[in-house]
């Protein structure tokens, strides 16, 4: 599949030097994006579940967030020991994989900004898309979603709830996207080429050490576009050749090596990739 190209083109650049692996990204994002604590097909406690039943609360068929933060290590003994957070939102990439297995074409990547959407009235839960994405960043709905009585009424409106049996996934927040569009046109701005911070996303905004950077990598005048062709800049699994609009940052070595999936023992994909278009 070619590389789609748009004029504009919507990506993060996250810092990892800078994360603390807080969680406060996951929480925006979960708040942002009406995503549900929790899921279940039958009355519960869910405030119980949330408190005192860990192993429930912690059960991945009825959890879900989009943005993951993994932890990484060198593997060193101490005091070489170090440790890294890697936040993981969709990767929206340019050559996605998820695109071309889905059989009913409920995710594509067609809009300018080049987000790769999830259309969930057509979603009929195959789950091709899930098995195709090397990111592991889609997830599936097993369970009708609920919340905690009264924590319904903090529910955006600007999101839709996705119901059970279909699949989700980031979208970088379109909904401000939206938002941000109609606003310059009430400015008389142009919506085609919307300012610096504009248009953000949850996650970004909410981290409280700025290590994730949103914007247009396309516009030379967004901190993105510069961040993502810095020396210290790479892409998770860039030999797959998915092109996502996605862009890291390390000074340390070993954390750029794992973010090509190298062994401990060296051994990988092959030598980083010095390309980032």
């Known amino acids: 599949m070619q ?3 748009f004029k504009i083109k919507w990506g993060m650049v996250i810092d990892i030097d800078k994360c603390t692996g807080c969680g406060a990204c996951m929480v925006g ?4 994006n009406n995503i549900a604590p929790m899921t279940k097909n039958d009355p519960y406690n869910y405030v119980q579940a949330l408190t005192k039943d860990r192993d429930e609360a912690s ?10 933060v993994y932890e990484l ?5 101490f005091p070489d020991h170090e440790t890294a957070y890697l936040p993981r939102p969709c990767m929206q990439c340019g050559n996605p994989a998820c695109v071309p297995v ?7 990547k067609n809009e300018e900004g080049g987000i790769v959407s999830q259309i969930y009235p057509r979603c009929i839960g195959c789950r091709y898309c ?3 994405c090397p990111y592991h960043a889609r997830y599936f709905n097993w369970w009708d979603p609920l919340w905690p009585e009264g924590m319904d009424k903090g529910l955006s409106p600007s999101v839709s709830v996705r119901p059970r049996g279909v699949v989700e996934k980031c979208n ?29 996303t949850a996650c970004a905004e909410i981290c409280p050490t700025k290590a994730i950077t949103f914007g247009d990598l396309n516009n030379p005048e967004h901190a993105v576009h510069d ?10 699994l860039e030999k797959l050749g998915l092109a996502p609009q996605v862009y890291y940052t390390s000074e340390r070595e070993w954390v750029r090596k794992q973010g090509d999936n190298y062994n401990a023992d060296g051994g990988g994909h092959g030598a980083p990739s010095n390309s980032h278009g």
Not at 73 to 77: D, H, L, M
Not at 102 to 108: E, K, L
Not at 172 to 200: I, T, W
């Open 102 to 108: 889905c059989p009913v074409i409920a995710t594509d």
């Open 73 to 77: 290590s060198n593997g060193q003994a």
């Open 227 to 236: 961040l993502a062709k810095g020396p210290n800049a790479f892409r998770l």
């Open 130 to 132: 899930m098995a195709a």
């Open 3 to 5: 590389i789609k190209e």
């Open 172 to 200: 970088f927040c379109h909904s401000r996207y939206l938002d941000a569009k109609n606003e310059a046109r009430q400015n008389d701005e142009d919506p085609m080429n919307l300012a610096d911070g504009a248009y953000n």
């Open 29 to 32: 994002c979960q708040v942002e």
């Open 59 to 68: 059960n991945k068929l009825k959890t879900l967030t989009w943005m993951n």
